[in-house]
């Protein structure tokens, strides 16, 4: 059972249980200690308790007023105030453009602002670019068109085979044209027969000459497919692809990756190709003479009737 238990030091009242009387307790508000003590509840001997007055009862007096319900004053409704509706066509309404529509706007209005504002020429190469003129959207774009291109593109000169090309500095010429089974040979030991191919192959030879007093003409390999320094194809355009024999083996005669060619000097190039097509009419070898520090390409046409066999 808990009693109210009074700290001497400052007069705050705790809830102490009575069997902690006498024991040593720390006050929870001023922080000083004091001995549990309760106060004496009992009464004094003098005293009596205190007796009901019941002489205020008076049982004449009216008893309590009452109401029926229907009687009660009607309890005041609450009207909360709510907005007006916005009629349908008043109502506005947000419309979140597509992630398309944020690049093809502006896209769209300079287009049109160029076409509209652009001078006379500029606007008929981008009226030309909307009905489909891939040559037109070139030129749009700062590139040469194809009339340009025509017009400055050189001719390739074509000889037979058999003639001298001189170039600046040097001199080109097909000798030979002849199906066999190539002689290889090692790549890190050049001049050095390993074995003869298996299967017949056409085999075109041809001389590189140092026509320049002074200059060393270096002969250079093209570094990807698409620069290689000797291209062939038959009358119907049809590419006849080299023969390449491995990491180890190449044909003999062949020029190494480069090579360079003295002053005066004339060296010997043997390439190899698959075999044309029976009916081919005539081969045409295109030299890119950039192998030899020249500019541009010249082609040499074979006859099928001078491929010896």
Known sequence: MKSPAICPNCGSSFSVLRANEGKRAKCLKCGQPFVITFPDESPAADESPAEFDFSKLDASQPPPITAEPDELPAFPSIVTPQAAETPKRFAKKTMTLPPWAVIALPALATLLLGYFVGRAHLKSQIRAAFFGSGASIVELLGGPSRSATTEVAKPIPQLPIGETYNGDGFAITVTNAEIKNPDLEYKVRRG????????????????????????????QEGKSRLTVPLRLRDDVDNVIRGIDYGATLVSAGSLAGSQ??????????????????????????????????????????????????
């Open 260 to 309: 360079d060619i003295l002053p005066g000097e004339t060296i010997s190039h043997v390439e190899v190709f698959s075999l044309p097509l029976p009916k081919t009419e005539y081969l045409v070898l295109t030299v890119n003479t950039g192998c030899l520090g020249g500019d541009g390409e010249v082609e040499f046409k074979i006859p099928a009737a001078t491929i010896t066999q």
């Open 192 to 219: 050095e027969k390993a074995t003869t191919a298996d299967d017949p192959a056409l085999v075109l030879s041809l001389t590189f000459a140092n026509t320049d007093g002074r200059k060393v003409v270096r002969y």
